[in-house]
């Protein structure tokens, strides 16, 4: 069906920056949006950034200003830029894709997770 790989990801200071990406695999009809949830520990995975194939965009209120999503159509790839990094940053990053492959109805597939921590 569809397959998800991230990497990137690692330990930072606050203030740093890290950059994540994530390739998409296998027999896609069409994979729309495409984007990243994040899960702390103890707590719920929630909602970092998804963008359409369209470049529209939704970013939580946390992280706006200081990340970014981009994605490449033809590369079925999608990126997170992480800016002015905090703390309450650290978690265990996903990568997310609602996706057609041949044959199967539209799901929604997730990558392995790639653990991000940033220290004070």
């Known amino acids: 069906q569809v397959q998800l790989v991230e990497s990137g990801g690692g330990l930072v200071q606050a203030g740093g920056s890290l950059s994540l990406s994530c390739a998409a695999s296998?027999?896609?009809?069409?994979?729309?949006?495409m984007g990243w949830y994040r899960q702390a520990p103890g707590k719920q995975r929630e909602l970092v950034a998804l963008?359409?194939?369209?470049?529209?965009?939704n970013y939580a209120d946390s992280v706006k200003g200081r990340f970014t999503i981009a994605r490449d159509n033809a590369k079925k790839k999608v990126y997170l830029q992480m800016n002015s990094l905090k703390p309450e940053d650290t978690a265990v990053y996903y990568c997310?894709?609602?996706?057609?492959?041949?044959?199967?109805?539209?799901?929604?597939?997730w990558g392995q997770g790639t653990q991000v921590t940033v220290s004070s």
């Open positions: 963008i359409t194939s369209g470049g529209s965009t």
């Open positions: 296998g027999s896609i009809f069409s994979i729309d949006p």
């Open positions: 997310n894709a609602r996706a057609v492959s041949y044959g199967f109805a539209e799901s929604d597939y």
